[in-house]
């Protein structure tokens, strides 16, 4: 381990004492623990990556191009050829399946637990814009109580999508003005009183979700950007979190021109050149460049060992009563 990789986890566990760290979960978090890297996805027991949803759509949908792996113009591909129930049904038939969580989302639902039994901030925020429930479902297996934001796409085209917010207990809440919400329970000013994790770009229809919400075709990201400045979507107490935080990306590409896009607004509003990390193995050249432009230091490990160190040092943590005599 580098003395570079050190540091940063000393750096991540100060802010995540304070509870001033985002993680930002893509495709890629589900790579996490696959036994090989030639071991392909497989429903029911390995989530895809993006590039392979890509593949498989393009393959059920006979893609006729060459740009396999482009998701956001596969997907449009299918939807303009087949219709959006058809590509809809794909999407539902591929996650609508009881995933294994992997070490990674393992650890996530643990982490408010072992933060709250050392005296510290519990109320973790947690991005995603996968459209599975395997974070969700490690949370319930952790006997963690979580709130649920979730981006429901409108059914008219012309309206703007709203947020659903899924409450412990099952009950769903639409979100109908994001910047004086007041169901999001705080300690004191600012820090959650339990994690809430966000999906910004919708998901699987799963109980107690009513129906499924998928932005991925090149139509859905023009009219989720169109609409939906992240910045004043979301509740202004998740605002605040995002602006005043780190963020910490695993299973990222900046190469997607509609990630970039959506975290173009998160950074123009973060206040204090807030420090930001990204967790890729062997990254593109483009990745580096993009990361190193918006100043966000990259670490070229696998996210298991990343996890796996991180563990080791979140189970000696010091109580926060030590740290203050």
Same mark, same amino acid.
Not at 74 to 78: H, L, P, S
């Given at each position: 381990?580098?003395?570079?990789?050190?540091?940063?986890?000393?750096?991540?566990?100060?802010q995540?004492?304070?509870?001033?760290v985002?993680?930002?979960? $893509?495709? $890629?978090? @589900?790579?996490?623990?696959?036994p &090989? #890297? +030639?071991t392909?996805w497989e429903?029911g027991?390995?989530l895809p990556?993006?590039?392979?949803?890509?593949?498989?759509?393009?393959?059920r949908?006979?893609y006729p191009? +060459?740009?396999?792996?482009?998701l956001?113009r596969?997907?449009?591909?299918?939807k303009?050829?087949t219709g959006?129930? %058809?590509? =809809?049904?794909?999407? !539902? %038939?591929?996650?609508? #399946?009881?995933y294994?969580? @992997?070490s990674?989302?393992r650890?996530?639902?643990?982490?408010?637990?072992l933060?709250r +039994?050392?005296g510290?901030p519990?109320?973790?925020?947690?991005?995603? &814009?996968?459209?599975?429930?395997v974070?969700?479902?490690?949370? !319930?297996?952790?006997?963690e109580?979580?709130? *649920?934001l979730i981006y429901? &796409?409108?059914?008219d085209?012309?309206k703007? $999508? =709203?947020l *659903?917010?899924? /409450?412990?207990?099952?009950r769903?809440i639409?979100? +109908?003005?994001?910047?004086?919400?007041?169901?999001l329970?705080l300690v004191?000013?600012?820090?959650?009183?339990r994690?809430?994790?966000?999906?910004?770009? $919708? #998901?699987i229809?799963?109980a107690?979700?009513?129906r499924?919400?998928?932005?991925?075709?090149?139509?859905?990201y023009?009219?989720? *950007?169109a609409?939906s400045?992240?910045?004043?979507l979301?509740?202004a107490?998740?605002?605040t979190r995002?602006t005043?935080?780190n963020?910490?990306?695993?299973g990222?590409?900046l190469?997607?021109?509609? /990630?970039?896009?959506?975290?173009y607004?998160i950074? %123009?509003?973060?206040?204090?050149?807030?420090?930001?990390?990204?967790?890729q193995?062997?990254p593109?050249?483009l990745?580096?460049?993009a990361? =190193?432009e918006?100043?966000?230091?990259?670490? @070229?490990v696998s *996210? %298991?060992?990343?996890?796996?160190?991180? #563990?080791?040092?979140l189970?000696?943590? &010091?109580p926060a009563e030590s740290e203050?005599?």
């Open positions: 381990m580098s003395d570079e990789l050190i540091a940063h986890y000393g750096t991540l566990l100060e995540l004492k304070r509870g001033r985002v993680p930002f979960l $893509g495709a $890629g978090a @589900n790579l996490c623990g696959r &090989t #890297a +030639e392909r429903r027991q390995y990556s993006g590039a392979e949803l890509s593949q498989h759509l393009a393959k949908f006979a191009y +060459e740009d396999k792996e482009e956001a596969v997907a449009e591909y299918a303009v050829w959006p129930d %058809e590509l =809809q049904g794909a999407l !539902r %038939e591929l996650f609508d #399946a009881d294994p969580p @992997n990674l989302h650890l996530l639902a643990r982490l408010p637990a933060l +039994e050392k510290y519990s109320g973790l925020l947690i991005v995603t &814009t996968n459209y599975d429930d974070l969700e479902r490690a949370f !319930r297996d952790a006997e109580e979580f709130d *649920l429901m &796409t409108p059914l085209r012309w703007p $999508g =709203q *659903l917010h899924v /409450l412990p207990d099952g769903t639409r979100i +109908e003005t994001a910047n004086d919400y007041p169901d329970p004191g000013l600012k820090d959650f009183v994690p809430v994790v966000m999906k910004i770009h $919708g #998901a229809g799963r107690p979700l009513e499924d919400s998928f932005v991925i075709t090149e139509d859905d023009i009219e989720y *950007l609409h400045d992240i910045s004043n979301v509740p107490t998740v605002r995002l005043e935080s963020l910490l990306f695993l990222y590409s190469r997607d021109w509609n /990630l970039r896009a959506i975290l607004h950074w %123009e509003s973060q206040r204090g050149g807030r420090r930001s990390w990204a967790v193995r062997n593109h050249d990745d580096e460049a990361w =190193q918006r100043g966000v230091k990259i670490f @070229n *996210l %298991e060992d990343y996890v796996s160190g991180l #563990a080791e040092r189970a000696v943590l &010091t203050a005599l």
